[in-house]
């Protein structure tokens, strides 16, 4: 895995780092964002959906678990996964989020330290702090075979980012 530490300030560069994401995303992966309440996990989400060709609304769902946003690139599908309001692991059992797991979808969860290690390894994990009203120092770990793409994807974006890893 290689990291990436970098600043985003304000919804705009929220939306780029997304959008960054999204464009080293494949069907089948799943993507671990972690933060404190209001610190820019559905703001993220919103670029990567943009970045999958998503043209639904992109909004929490944190009182529905599960928002499902069809796409227009090669991913099929993007589950956007809030699990804030689980308070237990064996809850996932009921949302049925195990048999969204295919090739053809993205899946994104916020809050994925509630389930207790029973989804699967994520394939990027980016964590997202606040450090000012609209700032964020962001840490994006992604496998090394996607790190150049990524730093790349973050390039054309006006976004710079501190490398750390094998890239």
Same mark, same amino acid.
């Given at each position: 895995?290689?990291?990436?530490?970098? *600043?985003?300030?304000?919804?705009?560069?929220? %939306?780029?780092?997304?959008?960054? &994401?999204?464009?080293?995303?494949?069907?089948?992966?799943?993507?671990?964002?972690?933060?404190?309440?209001?610190?820019?996990?559905?703001?993220?989400?919103?670029? &990567? =959906?943009?970045?999958?060709?998503?043209?639904?609304?992109?909004?929490?769902?944190?009182?529905?678990? &599960?928002?499902?946003?069809?796409?227009?690139?090669?991913?099929?599908? !993007? !589950? %956007?996964?809030?699990?804030?309001?689980?308070? %237990?692991?064996?809850?996932?059992? $009921?949302?049925?989020?195990?048999?969204?797991?295919?090739?053809? *979808?993205? +899946? +994104?969860?916020?809050?994925?330290?509630? =389930? $207790?290690?029973?989804?699967?390894?994520?394939?990027?994990?980016?964590?997202? +702090?606040?450090?000012?009203?609209?700032?964020? =120092?962001?840490?994006?770990? &992604?496998?090394?075979? #996607?790190?150049?793409?990524?730093?790349?994807?973050?390039? #054309? #974006? $006006?976004?710079?980012?501190?490398?750390?890893?094998?890239?």
């Amino acid at each position: 895995m290689t990291s990436f530490c970098l *600043t985003t300030n304000g919804t705009e560069q929220a %939306h780029e780092l997304g959008s960054a &994401i999204g464009e080293v995303l494949r069907g089948g992966d799943l993507v671990d964002l972690r933060g404190d309440l209001g610190a820019g996990k559905t703001t993220t989400t919103v670029g &990567i =959906a943009k970045s999958l060709g998503v043209t639904s609304t992109v909004r929490s769902p944190t009182f529905t678990f &599960i928002h499902h946003h069809r796409c227009t690139t090669q991913v099929q599908e !993007l !589950l %956007h996964v809030d699990l804030y309001r689980v308070d %237990h692991a064996a809850e996932l059992e $009921g949302l049925g989020l195990f048999d969204l797991f295919d090739d053809d *979808t993205v +899946v +994104v969860v916020e809050w994925m330290e509630r =389930a $207790g290690g029973q989804l699967p390894a994520p394939n990027l994990t980016v964590e997202l +702090v606040a450090t000012g009203e609209t700032a964020r =120092a962001v840490v994006v770990q &992604i496998g090394d075979d #996607r790190a150049e793409a990524f730093l790349q994807a973050l390039g #054309r #974006r $006006g976004l710079q980012a501190d490398v750390s890893g094998p890239a």
